[in-house]
């Protein structure tokens, strides 16, 4: 089973150094606002993931006014040893037992883990784009083939984008634009594929779990796709026949960037006709099913990293969400900005952590 | 004045070289002003004769002395074979090996429309040319890029209709590697593309 043993930061965030030997269970992280608690959550996702929560900017994590940071963890049981390090004008990098790695996404994997805050909410009430990226982003630590597509995909997007935009002011021939398209053909398949394949596997799961957080109603999961293109030939066709309204829009308007995630609450979509109550426990409910999955796939249960979630929800829901994050068995770090929020049944069975100004001690 | 003029004169040209900063070009700079006057003529020589007794090969392409390159010229090498590359320096890195005995073609680029290269600006139409004449077996030999492997596609599907073999280099683990260590993309690769032993 992955789980982190003994984290230690340095100028990352507001630390300047810290270091902390976490339970392989629960870890509770307390602490007022803005004294560093999401930091160390986000600590163990750049060990997890690569990359930090959220998509931010790597070096909006080194510590204001120094030239570098580093993340260190090491893997419980299996001895190893992954550090990143970020550093301003220089490539990230991560090191799995002290040699760096080709690539910081090859650390994928190694450490799964699942995160929640309250700004994922936009999972369900954002733009199809949030959902394509709750889903690229799942589906990249679950196969590093789908990583493979979902890369050669948006550059090769790119460059047919820029080859209507030249089309626009000047001729280009249809050959130029045959080999591009059929590599988004053949990686644009292998994406839709996925995360068909994926949603289909995750909406029994989800459902389960959001009747089990409260919810009285049914939600479904459902993957929409803009086009017909499922088979390699058929979406290359579709780019094909797209190709001259394509360049008029200066933009491609076939393939999987256009696809959706239709999150729906008793058959209407959440989004737009979900209480707040309703949005809050679909997203939860999508992240246990996100949990589920990487436990099928992987054989062992992700770390779950929980931000702040507690505040907005109920004694019941709180306890009951708890019993979810417990269930799976892995190691789970839970932040609240105060102990008693958590309940007796996550305080008897957890490790406390205390944080104040970039400092962190156990209790 | 930061720079006597002569002096930002020579970093200021120095600066266009590709992979040459700011600070890089400055600290050449003043290397070549502490070179003995001889070297740095030498140098100075070096450049301008490059550059003008340098073309094009009518042949392959890469850069030659003569009309033709010595590899197009020499009567040992295979001109039914040619191996298509991006780059001149990638025929050198071919050329190490001692291997390969036949002939090449630079295409001085990869396909990159975001970077405003069609195939007119390649050395495409040349290459098409030239298998006209007896060529058996095209080899492309582009790197294992986004670019690379649709400029690939792209030749492949140009070559077919004549007639001519299209070939690809292999791509995989890396001899001596470990695959512990290899990358996920690498890994990938070399399963798709395995083969029977």
Redo the contacts between chains.
């Keep these: 089973m992955g789980f982190v043993a003994r984290l230690a930061v340095r100028d990352f965030r507001n630390y300047e150094c810290g270091e902390v030997t976490p339970s392989s269970g629960l870890n509770l992280v307390v602490g007022r606002n803005g004294q560093g608690k999401t930091s160390l959550l986000e600590a163990v996702a750049l060990v997890s993931t690569g990359r930090l929560l959220r998509g931010s900017r790597d070096t909006q994590a080194i510590r204001l006014g120094q030239p570098s940071g580093e993340v260190k963890a090491e893997l419980g049981d299996q001895g190893t040893e992954v550090a990143v390090l970020i550093a301003h004008g220089q490539r990230k990098r991560v090191l799995l037992n002290g040699l760096a790695l080709a690539r910081a996404s090859d650390i994928l994997g190694r450490l799964p883990s699942v995160s929640f805050s309250t700004v994922d909410l936009r999972v369900v009430t954002g733009d199809p784009s949030d959902r394509r990226a709750f889903l690229d982003a799942e589906l990249a630590q679950l196969w590093p083939a789908y990583l493979r597509h979902l890369s050669v995909y948006k550059r090769a997007l790119e460059q047919r984008n820029a080859l209507l935009k030249a089309a626009q002011i000047g001729y280009v021939p249809d050959e130029a634009f045959e080999a591009w398209e059929e590599a988004l053909g053949q990686h644009g398949a292998g994406m839709r594929l996925s995360r068909r394949e994926w949603v289909a596997a995750a909406a029994g799961p989800a459902q389960e779990a959001y009747q089990f957080l409260g919810g009285g109603e049914t939600m479904g999961l459902d993957y929409v796709l803009a086009d017909d293109g499922v088979e390699p030939e058929r979406l290359a066709q579709g780019l094909r026949d797209a190709r001259s309204v394509d360049v008029r829009r200066g933009a491609t308007s076939v393939g999987p960037h256009r696809d959706d995630l239709a999150v729906t609450v008793d058959g209407r979509d959440a989004r737009a006709y979900g209480s707040q109550g309703q949005q809050r426990t679909a997203v939860l409910a999508l992240m246990a099913a996100t949990m589920a999955s990487v436990r099928e796939t992987l054989g062992q249960p992700p770390v779950l990293l929980l931000d702040d979630v507690f505040s907005d929800l109920d004694g019941e829901r709180r306890s009951r969400l708890t019993e979810l994050a417990l269930a799976a068995e892995g190691q789970v770090f839970l932040t609240a900005t105060e102990s008693s929020l958590a309940g007796p049944s996550v305080l008897s069975r957890a490790a406390v952590f205390r944080v104040q100004s970039g400092t962190v001690r156990a209790e | 004045m930061l720079f006597a003029k002569p002096l930002a004169d020579l970093i200021a040209q120095l600066e266009k070289l590709p992979g040459v900063g700011a600070k890089s070009a400055q600290r050449l700079a003043y290397h070549v002003l502490r070179m003995p006057g001889d070297d740095v003529r030498r140098l100075a020589e070096a450049l301008t004769r490059a550059r003008e007794s340098l073309r094009l090969c009518a042949v392959c392409q890469s850069f030659s002395e003569g009309e033709v390159c010595e590899i197009c010229a020499d009567p040992r090498r295979d001109p039914h074979t040619v191996c298509v590359v991006a780059e001149p320096r990638d025929v050198a890195a071919l050329e190490r090996i001692n291997e390969y005995k036949g002939t090449y073609h630079v295409l001085h680029g990869l396909?990159?429309?975001?970077d405003?290269v069609?195939?007119e600006n390649l050395k495409v139409r040349e290459l098409v040319e030239r298998l006209r004449a007896d060529v058996q077996e095209v080899i492309v030999a582009t790197n294992p890029t986004?670019?690379g492997?649709?400029?690939a596609?792209?030749l492949a599907?140009?070559i077919h209709p004549l007639g001519v073999k299209v070939t690809r280099l292999a791509h995989g683990m890396p001899v001596g590697g470990e695959l512990d260590?290899a990358?996920?993309?690498?890994?990938?690769s070399a399963l798709e593309y395995r083969r029977e032993i």
């Design positions: 396909l990159s429309p975001m405003g069609g195939p986004v670019e492997d649709t400029t596609l792209y599907k140009l260590y990358d996920s993309a690498t890994l990938l």
